[in-house]
């Protein structure tokens, strides 16, 4: 059979999971797990903050659609059509800035008020 090897695969991944509902379907082939173990993760809670900018290109023109993503996270902006962007993030997070031509940049973030990089 055509997924055999995951077939044999779904009884381990079973075994590792707690608590959590898990379905996907691969071409004709689909499976689904209910109530399966996952280890417990306990939660942090940090406060954020609001961090707004704008992101200009070397002659001070704005850049529209940058993303902005607050890295290991799935948290993240783009650039509005004057450059500006708002995210939340936690003080000493790094946010990711990635546009089509440009080279990605990252950036920590401080209580420092402004930035030019």
Not at 57 to 73: A, R
Request: net charge positive.
């Amino acid at each position: 059979m055509k997924h055999s090897i995951i077939e044999r695969q779904m009884p381990q991944i079973v075994k590792r999971m707690k608590t959590c509902t898990l379905a996907f379907l691969l071409g004709t082939c689909s499976f689904s797990v209910a109530n399966a173990s996952l280890p417990e993760v306990q939660a942090v809670q940090q406060s954020s903050t609001e961090i707004r900018g704008r992101v200009v290109d070397s002659q001070n023109e704005p850049l529209i659609g940058v993303n902005i993503l607050v890295k290991g996270t799935n948290i993240g902006a783009i650039s509005d059509i004057d450059g500006y962007y708002t995210v939340q993030a936690n003080q000493g997070s790094t946010l990711e800035f990635s546009y089509i031509g440009y080279i990605t940049q990252e950036v920590q973030v401080t209580n420092q008020r402004t930035r030019r990089f």
